[in-house]
């Protein structure tokens, strides 16, 4: 077998594995995302567009994505394999190469990025309200519980809440539509922890 025939192989069978095991669903993308200490809202991608310099790195950057990987290897292995034949072997292994790269930029790139536009954007975890500002559904107890409002991932719901323990030493009284904002997060327990908001 030689190195044409190899990387078709590993190519394909990596790609093919991908799209057997759901690996290619997640894809590997680099975006920016604004947000407040330092947590994603709103799952917004932002492009930039850079210097060539930028968009160098960026190619580069492309490099460590498997699906980028296998796709290369699957054009440099099938143009390798079409031409070594007819062209002597460094110009077959610089037509091998451009094919890789033809076949990425022009074939599997573009099916890619069509296909991803009809994935679904992730859920948001309790853990992206930190820092939010939250009302007060339900006037808080003496031990400093209650319920609160909250908007996670597009929805309004209601959370259990607990002030931080310096508020409840302090004598703070939370009454029903408060504003507060979320100090912690028990995303297991779904729970959080509040402030007043002065």
Request: aromatic share 6%; with cysteine; net charge positive.
């Amino acid at each position: 077998m030689n190195l044409y025939s190899l990387s078709l192989a590993i190519g394909a069978i990596g790609l093919l594995a991908m799209a057997l095991t759901g690996l290619g669903r997640h894809g590997h993308a680099h975006s920016h995302a604004g947000g407040k200490l330092g947590h994603v809202k709103g799952g917004r991608h932002h492009t930039h567009h850079g210097t060539p310099r930028s968009t160098a790195t960026s190619w580069l950057w492309s490099l460590t994505s498997p699906r980028v990987l296998f796709s290369l290897l699957v054009g440099f292995g099938t143009t390798g394999v079409l031409v070594r034949g007819v062209l002597a072997a460094p110009l077959a292994f610089g037509a091998a190469l451009g094919g890789g790269l033809l076949f990425e930029h022009l074939f599997v790139g573009p099916v890619w990025n069509f296909l991803m536009r009809f994935a679904s954007a992730p859920a948001l975890s309790l853990e992206s309200c930190l820092q939010d500002e939250v009302r007060a559904a339900t006037a808080f107890d003496t031990d400093g519980h209650g319920l609160v409002t909250a908007e996670l991932d597009g929805q309004v719901v209601q959370v259990l809440a607990t002030l931080r323990p310096e508020d409840r030493v302090t004598g703070v009284r939370v009454r029903a539509g408060d504003r507060l904002r979320i100090e912690e997060v028990d995303d297991r327990r779904q729970r959080i922890v509040v402030s007043p908001l002065l």
